[in-house]
Every structure is written in C-alpha cells, then in structure tokens.
C-alpha cells in the first residue's frame, strides 16, 4: 500500500472557484504533514504545513484529521497562478510524495 | 526561504557517459541533504539520503555504485550518474533540511540520456 494516496486529477476550475484535494497516508505514525506546489518542469515549493487544529494562510486552508489519516487542502477564490500540481507530503524519518493532483484554473 | 541551488539544470549526455550533478544550500549549513528523482507523472522518490562527512543512506533498489553521492561539506553535495543510459533520464532533485523538519528543495537537473 503507498504511504501517501493523492487523486491525481486533474481539477480543471474556472477562476474564483473554491476546490478542495484530498489526501490520506496508510501509517498512523506519521510525524508531519505539508502540502507542496509543483510547477511544470520545477521543483516542488513548501505551501504550509499541516495541523490537527487547521492552518489557513490567505485563500488556503489545511487540515489534518489524524483519526481518518486524512489531509485536505481547500483553495478559495482561485486564481490563474493557482494552477499547478499539489503534492501531500507526510514524513516519518522521511519524506514520502504523494503523486500530486493536477488543478488548472481556466479563465 | 532558504534557498538551494543545482547544478547544471539540465544536462544531454551519450549513453555511457558519466553525469555530475552538484546540489548546495547557499544560506544555511545543510548536516542532511536528500536526493530525488522524479519520473514524468509519478510523485518524487527519494534516492538516497547524504550525511555531511559519512557514507551515503540508499533506499531499496537504488544502486550505490552506479549513484555516488559525496557530501563533502555542510553546503555541498553531489551526485554522479555513473555510465548512464536511457533509463536513467529523469528529473534529479536535491533538498536540504534546514532547521525543525522543512526540506527546501533545489530547482532540478533534467537528464537525458541518449
């Protein structure tokens, strides 16, 4: 079983929609999450961390349930620029990539 | 952030030759640094994990001898592709551990191998 499962897409949304990724990792004794934003053809880019307690950072928001091993990403209002591909990041002793969903934002 | 640069981004070589690929954290000390690689449409997977001053860590199925990794400071490391071929064409990314436990990654090398 892999250690991160991403549903790979991909999410094609017109701009100032609200999408939401999903994500879960197979062990519960993960230490860390993050999500991390890949560009075509560039290295993956930290987006912020994930807490059990949620973390918002402007349009974005993550969430961690560690009952389920489930992580989320919601993106509100999106932008052009949002498209790209986001990865969910879980590590113990680690990093393991989940394989990234592909998000295009259409005008 | 802190920032981690590659070296070259993008490399073309003939089946056989040997490929070096240089990996450094310009702002911090990096004690760890980590080696990826990345196949079209599949997620990162780590290669191997380089210790400033000791031997490489190598994960199940990856060959020590045909990767050698040399982390010779706490702002270098690099990685050779030793008599590569086709197969080995892939995206190679580095990161380094900064404090706590982030990993900023290096912006890639792109090997093709013809």
């Known amino acids: 079983r892999k250690e991160v499962e991403q549903d790979p897409g991909p999410f094609n949304v017109p701009e100032g929609a609200t999408v939401a990724f999903n994500c879960t990792y197979s062990?519960?004794?993960?230490?860390?999450f993050f999500w991390y934003r890949q560009d075509c053809r560039k290295e993956p880019k930290l987006l912020m961390s994930?807490?059990?307690s949620g973390n918002e950072d402007g349009r974005f928001t993550a969430q961690l349930n560690r009952a389920s091993q489930y992580i989320s990403l919601l993106i509100r209002d999106s932008k052009l620029s949002d498209s790209a591909t986001y990865l969910c990041?879980?590590?113990?002793?680690?990093?393991?990539f989940g394989t990234g969903t592909s998000l295009t934002v259409i005008p | 952030g802190a920032v981690v640069s590659q070296h070259p981004s993008w490399v073309i070589c003939k089946s056989g030759t040997s490929v070096k690929i240089e990996c450094r954290s310009l702002?911090?000390?990096?004690?760890?640094m980590f080696w990826y690689r990345q196949f079209p449409k599949q997620s990162l997977m780590l290669m191997a994990t380089?210790?400033?001053?000791?031997?490489?860590?190598?994960e199940q199925g990856v060959e020590k001898d045909k990767f050698l990794i040399n982390h010779a400071s706490l702002t270098l490391s690099t990685l050779t592709v030793t008599s590569a071929h086709p197969e080995d064409s892939s995206f190679y990314i580095c990161?380094?551990?900064?404090?706590?436990?982030?990993?900023?990654f290096g912006p890639g090398t792109r090997l093709t191998v013809l």
């Open positions: 062990n519960s004794a993960s230490q860390s």
């Open positions: 380089s210790n400033e001053g000791s031997k490489a860590t190598y």
């Open positions: 994930v807490y059990s």
């Open positions: 990041v879980v590590t113990r002793n680690q990093f393991y």
């Open positions: 702002d911090f000390q990096a004690t760890t």
């Open positions: 990161s380094a551990e900064n404090t706590g436990d982030t990993q900023y």
